[in-house]
């Protein structure tokens, strides 16, 4: 059995603000530990749980965060950029039982510690066919297609209430209750560290491969903060504005799909003035 740990950090124990996961700052390299062990902690419950090879993907920001040196000797990890699925690479290869969510947080637009979507700010809102969408929604609609179910979700209080609108078999753990985007109760990483190892324990169990069905077409619209940003998301084919600060792409399936939101949001980034946004 191989179990695919996608890691995010933002939802990582005792990170609160934006410090606690810029690369380069005090906070961050303080932050790695913390987020370091909450991985080894799912790590360590899915092979208690009987998985034969467990592997991380590296999903925040220069995907180079974790301390590989600190993870149990079993484990292997995806880090660096630059990835054909980035947040949830390596699932389309055909091998993958089940995926954790390791770390994960709310969508742009909705209350959660340092909630965003892809872009730390910039982007307001994602919605896919309608719904508003985090990136938990987006990455399981993805590995869907692969028929990968999602086994174990971690983060604030209010992750684990996303979580449940798109793998609602999926065992959630909090690491920690939500105050304000920037603020948030954290439990201690002694006590986040055993509840993540039970939990992956229990979530080996669901580790179980589907024939998935079809899902698409995908219609995935996004809303900025600037009308100028929504204007240089058109460059990318296939890319029309659904708004003054909105646009919208349809694709067949959430492979492309995942993969266009990516150029959406890499176009949009290069576009982004440091005073004005």
């Given at each position: ?5 996608s890691?995010?950090?933002e939802g990582?124990?005792?990170?609160t603000w ?11 390299e ?6 370091t ?5 799912a ?13 991380i993907?590296?999903?925040?920001w220069t ?8 993870l149990d000797a ?29 770390g ?11 909630a ?5 700010n ?5 919605w ?6 985090s ?9 869907a ?5 999602v ?6 209080d209010?992750t ?7 793998a609602?078999?999926?065992?959630t ?7 304000s ?6 439990r ?5 560290a055993?509840d ?7 979530a ?7 024939e ?19 204007m ?10 659904s708004g ?20 959406v949001?890499?176009?949009v ?9």
């Amino acid at each position: 059995m191989k179990i695919l740990i996608s890691a995010d950090m933002e939802g990582a124990t005792g990170v609160t603000w934006p410090a606690d996961v810029l690369p380069g700052t005090p906070q961050w390299e303080r932050c790695r530990s913390l987020f370091t062990s909450d991985v080894n902690a799912a790590v360590l419950g899915f092979y208690d749980g009987g998985a034969d090879r467990v592997v991380i993907n590296e999903a925040h920001w220069t995907m180079r965060n974790l301390l590989l040196e600190r993870l149990d000797a079993r484990a292997e990890m995806l880090t660096g950029r630059h990835k054909a699925l980035s947040m949830v690479e390596g699932v389309q290869r055909g091998d993958v039982d089940g995926i954790a969510f390791v770390g994960y947080h709310t969508g742009a637009g909705s209350e959660g510690v340092l909630a965003h979507t892809y872009l730390a700010n910039s982007i307001t809102g994602v919605w896919l066919n309608g719904t508003r969408a985090s990136e938990g929604l987006l990455n399981a609609q993805v590995v869907a297609e692969y028929g990968v179910p999602v086994v174990l979700v971690t983060g604030d209080d209010l992750t684990c209430v996303d979580a449940a609108s798109y793998a609602p078999q999926a065992v959630t753990v909090a690491v920690k209750d939500h105050v304000s985007r920037y603020a948030a109760v954290c439990r201690t990483p002694a006590r986040t560290a055993a509840d993540i190892r039970a939990a992956a324990k229990e979530a080996t169990a669901l580790a179980v491969r589907y024939e998935p069905a079809p899902g698409g077409p995908y219609t995935v619209e996004l809303e900025f903060d600037a009308e100028h940003l929504a204007m240089s998301a058109t460059v990318v084919p296939g890319v029309r504005r659904s708004g003054e600060r909105r646009v919208a792409y349809t694709s067949a399936t959430m492979y492309e799909g995942i993969r266009s939101f990516k150029a959406v949001t890499t176009v949009v980034s290069a576009a982004v003035e440091e005073q004005y946004g």
